[in-house]
């Protein structure tokens, strides 16, 4: 269970537990309220008139009915009539003597107990002499309140009273526990894990990610830290994958200016010292020279490019390019150089004349220009290399093929690695970064290239633009 829903849940039972306590004593209350069963027949009395009563003595008189609790009896007595009541031998409305009614005491004392309370009218008549156990009693000038439980009643009331408060006690209790408890889980949980976490990332910030993040040692209640721990682990495999990418740069970039400057410079030597003296030798090694200073400037600019392109800036100087003239470009410039490079070479632009998409032309050349120098490195004399693009309603299909020497089943997934050199590379002059320019440019513009490739039988690569806007009228 997520830490939120925990956290939500515990909300809610602080929340509904105190409400619920509320809603019960209410619900007591209201179901010990002699509302219930005295007030109608008070109001029907009263409503009755003739009874010569104040105002404020009715209000009195209600004031104390709401007052008797779940389980008494009661009779409100007054100029010899019963006012209200819920004890059956004395009904509401019943006219009866001052002397009837202590009678009727005396004779129901032995299974009830009963309580008299008086409300003092002193503006009225005095109520006559009343007998209770055979004496005497003073006049009484009032409204009589009688109340009476029975014995054994009186008892169990007591006892549920007692229940419900101790029921209230034990509910309280439980909850306090249960509160407790869980607020002690969630809080060991964040806190275990949150140090966790805090010596994973330290960890991280001072060059450790050789070691694996191991998710298992936070504890799986907290699901959102648990997704954290993963993401972490993630982050450092990236960071490791970066660093070794960052490794195999600095070792790339290194032995492929190593080469042409070792050669460069044991040839400068040598016309130097007049080793090489005669004019031939001398503009063999010029020329030397000369290419080897290319390789290192082709080098040079193929990383500024790469390094130029991680940066995505150029994406916000994209234009709506019409694609089909700047293919056909591209491939008459490639079918005129057949003789040159002794190939077969083809091409087929079967796209409207009109559709355009958002483009720089400069790196889309760079990029056609890097897979057929590609196709050109790794086929031989004879081989065939051809160009098509085909369009449909949903995108555009562009396809660079040889019949050359193919990719091993082992090196495809590597291919596009910067400074990754398959086996059948290592002989050729390529520097593992015009691939790795092809792929992040596609990548860039959420293009897609994929690559399929059978050792001596050739290679394919397929570019697929998909086609997000309409064409152009």
């Known amino acids: 269970m997520k830490i939120k829903t925990r956290l939500s849940i515990l909300i809610l039972v602080i929340v509904l537990v105190p409400v619920s306590a509320l809603l019960a004593i209410s619900l007591y209350h209201y179901y010990s309220s002699p509302e219930r069963f005295l007030i109608k027949g008070y109001r029907e009395i009263r409503a009755l008139g003739g009874i010569d009563l ?213 040839y400068t030597e040598a016309i130097t010292d007049g080793v090489v003296n005669d004019m031939d030798s001398v503009k063999k090694s010029l020329g030397i020279i000369h290419t080897k200073a290319s390789v290192l400037e082709n080098l040079i600019n193929n990383l500024i490019d790469y390094v130029k392109l991680n940066g995505n800036e150029w994406l916000l100087s994209l234009e709506d390019t019409l694609i089909k003239p700047v293919l056909d470009d591209f491939a008459g410039v490639m079918v005129s150089s057949a003789g040159f490079y002794r190939r077969n070479i083809t091409a087929g632009i079967n796209i409207s004349e009109d559709l355009s998409i958002p483009l720089d032309k400069n790196l889309f050349e760079r990029v056609m220009e890097n897979l057929f120098s590609n196709a050109v490195r790794y086929s031989s004399e004879g081989d065939s290399i051809s160009l098509c693009a085909e369009e449909n309603d949903s995108c555009i299909k562009i396809k660079f093929s040889d019949t050359g020497t193919g990719i091993s089943e082992k090196e495809l997934p590597h291919i596009f690695d910067l400074f990754y050199k398959g086996s059948a590379s290592r002989r050729e002059n390529g520097n593992g970064i015009g691939l790795s320019v092809v792929k992040t440019v596609i990548d860039a513009m959420n293009w897609s290239i994929d690559v399929a490739s059978s050792p001596g039988k050739g290679t394919e690569f397929t570019i697929t633009v998909p086609l997000s806007q309409e064409k152009t009228e």
């Not at 299974?111 to 002193?122: A, D, L, N, S, T």
């Not at 005095?126 to 009032?142: C, E, Q, T, V």
């Open 54 to 266: 104040s105002e404020s003595t009715w209000n009195e008189i209600e004031n104390r009915l709401y007052g008797v609790p779940q389980g008494v009896e009661v009779s409100v007595f007054y100029d010899g009539k019963i006012l209200s009541s819920n004890i059956p031998d004395l009904p509401s409305g019943m006219e009866v003597s001052e002397n009837e009614v202590f009678d009727f005491v005396q004779s129901t004392s032995s299974e009830y107990e009963y309580q008299f309370q008086k409300i003092y009218v002193p503006e009225k008549r005095a109520i006559g002499k009343l007998l209770y156990s055979g004496k005497p009693r003073r006049r009484m000038n009032g409204v009589l309140f009688i109340t009476r439980t029975r014995i054994s009643a009186s008892r169990r009331q007591g006892w549920i009273e007692r229940r419900f408060a101790l029921a209230g006690i034990i509910v309280t209790t439980l909850f306090e526990a249960v509160a407790i408890i869980i607020i002690y889980q969630i809080s060991h949980t964040l806190f275990s894990s949150v140090t966790f976490v805090e010596k994973t990332v330290q960890n991280i910030a001072d060059g450790g990610i050789d070691k694996r993040i191991d998710s298992s040692a936070v504890s799986k209640k907290a699901d959102e830290i648990s997704h954290l721990v993963d993401n972490l682990e993630k982050m450092r495999l990236a960071l490791k994958d970066n660093e070794l990418r960052r490794q195999r740069f600095i070792m790339g970039i290194s032995h492929d200016l190593r080469t042409p400057v070792a050669l460069i410079k044991g």
